[in-house]
């Protein structure tokens, strides 16, 4: 039986865990196979699905981690590395556009690095334990698309790194910092997962969001989203990444007189608290560059 004598030519695989995974792949994957029954053809169509994943993959743009997204697995792994029992703040997925070396910039300081139209967006929490206990000087990692769908790296007409920054939380845990309004978005179908959203009849769209990576020494580095509560998108989802806890209350002013800084028309605020779980402070492999 083929499934067997691939099971015993890994069995002397040293490495306890890269052992124990590549035994369980090949479990799933040869009953997968005997499941389906895929022609010649079909098999075929799989390798070259595979083939151009890795293709579409650049510095600007990673394919992989795409279809990861809309398949539910990077969810389902943020889930289960995340588990939120003690009340600490849900994940949500790290998603294709995480730049790694985004700006430092003091509270308060604004993300849009030019000119962004938009709803400005007023954000503020605190970062804090299980147990209540503010967690001082926090690194908060904040990045989000324009009002236009676009990151800055797809968009040449935004500045680099626009809407990105960095920020430390105060010594109660607080944070503060201005942007504009996010828009919800679709994600890329330039290449293999836009062509497996096509035969699927999926809709490639996730609700408007603002990426949060929160860490400190001692504390597990979380990583998430806070979703604009109004967004027709947050019931369909194409990366399955919307639980409740992390819809933000976006709130509408009218009075440009009330906002925390110079504005000329309806301004947002935003009051998220995020707490950590103990563990390691890790940053995972950026994506894209």
């Known amino acids: 039986m083929v499934t067997a004598a691939v099971a015993a030519a890994m069995a002397d695989t040293p490495d306890r865990r890269l052992r124990e995974v590549m035994a369980s792949l090949v479990q799933h994957l040869h009953a997968f196979v005997r499941d389906i029954r895929p022609s010649d053809v079909e098999f075929e169509q799989a390798i070259d699905f595979l083939n151009r994943i890795g293709q579409a993959t650049h510095d600007k743009h990673n394919e992989g981690i795409l279809i990861a997204d809309v398949l539910g697995i990077s969810t389902l792994v943020g889930l289960l590395n995340n588990p939120s029992w003690g009340g600490e703040t849900e994940a949500a997925l790290l998603g294709p556009f995480w730049r790694d070396g985004a700006p430092d910039c003091a509270l308060g300081d604004t993300i849009a690095r030019s000119p962004t139209p938009g709803a400005p967006l007023f954000a503020r929490g605190s970062v804090r334990d299980a147990g209540g206990r503010p967690i001082p000087g926090a690194l908060l990692d904040i990045w989000q698309a324009s009002p236009v769908g676009l990151y800055e790296n797809q968009d040449p007409a935004q500045a680099e790194m626009n809407l990105r920054g960095r920020f430390r939380a105060d010594a109660a845990g607080r944070w503060h910092f201005r942007s504009v309004k996010p828009a919800g978005y679709p994600v890329p179908t330039h290449g293999p997962v836009g062509d497996l959203l096509r035969a699927q009849r999926r809709e490639p769209y996730r609700p408007a969001h603002v990426h949060f990576m929160v860490s400190a020494p001692g504390y597990q580095t979380l990583v998430t989203q806070v979703f604009l509560d109004d967004c027709q998108y947050l019931e369909n989802d ?21 906002a925390p800084g110079p504005v000329d028309g ?7 608290d995020f707490t950590l779980r103990p563990g390691e402070q890790r940053f995972p492999k950026p994506p894209i560059r």
């Open 266 to 272: 309806p301004w947002y605020s935003l009051d998220y």
């Open 238 to 258: 194409v990366t399955f990444s919307v639980v409740k806890t992390l819809v933000g209350n976006f709130v509408r002013h009218d009075d440009p007189a009330e």
